[in-house]
Every structure is written in structure tokens, then in C-alpha cells.
């Protein structure tokens, strides 16, 4: 049994619904605005499907743009159950935590932060 990269299809679908740029590491050089998604845990559940734990940090260079970036990224996750991303299918979403204001402590940017469980279909592997 395989599994897919969470964040990577998380990512994908994120950029494409909100139209926001959506990385894994923040940029050298910052955008304006930007969406940070960390794999921040999970677990296997029933032996075929991957629970990952995503943490999202929504930068912005004011708060008002960042709080309304994390409601789009919460909208769209919510959104996600039942829908199949690159051939994956997302059997249930849930949210850990709703967003949160949580400015950067180096450089004080607005930033806000939101958690969600996404529970992901393993995939056959050749000669599995």
C-alpha cells in the first residue's frame, strides 16, 4: 500500500480554489501573500487510509487579508470530503483548529493559522 503526498494534492487543489499561492517552505523572497502547508502529523487509520494532519499559515501583509485568506482555506477544505484529487480519494476532512490570528514572531507579519484532519485513500503499488 502506498500513499500519496497530503500536501502536495492539498496544494494543488488549495492554489486552483482560492488562486493563492500555496508552498511548502516559505519563500526567500515573500509574496505578499501566501499559503504555508505543514505536514504536522496524522496516522494510519484501518490499515488503508492515511490520516494527515496539515497545518496551514496564511501570511498576508495585513491581518484582515490574512484571516480572510484562512476562511477561503478553511471553505475549500471543507469542501474537499469525497472529492478525488490526481486519482486519491478524500473520504473525510475534519478541522482541528479554526483559524487563529498568529503574527510571525521574527518579523511581525500578519499570519493566520488553521488545522484539518484529511483522510486520504491508499493507493496499490505494482506487485502489492
Same mark, same amino acid.
Given at each position: 500500500?502506498?500513499?500519496?503526498? @497530503? &500536501? ?11 488562486? =493563492? %499561492?500555496? +508552498? #511548502? ?40 487579508? @490574512? &484571516? ?11 469542501? =474537499? %470530503?469525497? +472529492? #478525488? ?44
Amino acid at each position: 500500500m502506498g500513499f500519496a503526498n @497530503a &500536501q502536495g494534492l492539498v496544494n494543488a487543489h488549495l492554489s486552483e480554489a482560492t488562486g =493563492l %499561492r500555496c +508552498v #511548502t517552505t516559505i519563500p526567500t523572497t515573500r509574496p505578499d501573500r501566501f499559503v504555508r502547508t505543514i505536514r504536522t502529523g496524522g496516522f494510519l487509520a484501518n490499515g488503508v487510509t492515511d490520516v494527515a494532519r496539515l497545518t496551514f499559515e496564511c501570511w498576508a501583509k495585513s491581518k484582515i487579508d @490574512a &484571516q480572510a485568506d484562512a476562511q477561503q482555506v478553511r471553505a475549500a477544505m471543507l469542501a =474537499l %470530503r469525497g +472529492v #478525488t484529487l490526481s486519482g486519491v480519494k478524500v473520504h473525510r476532512v475534519e478541522e482541528i483548529s479554526a483559524p487563529m490570528d498568529s503574527p510571525d514572531s521574527d518579523s511581525s507579519t500578519p499570519r493566520y493559522v488553521l488545522t484539518h484532519e484529511v483522510y486520504l485513500r491508499g493507493t496499490h503499488r505494482k506487485g502489492q
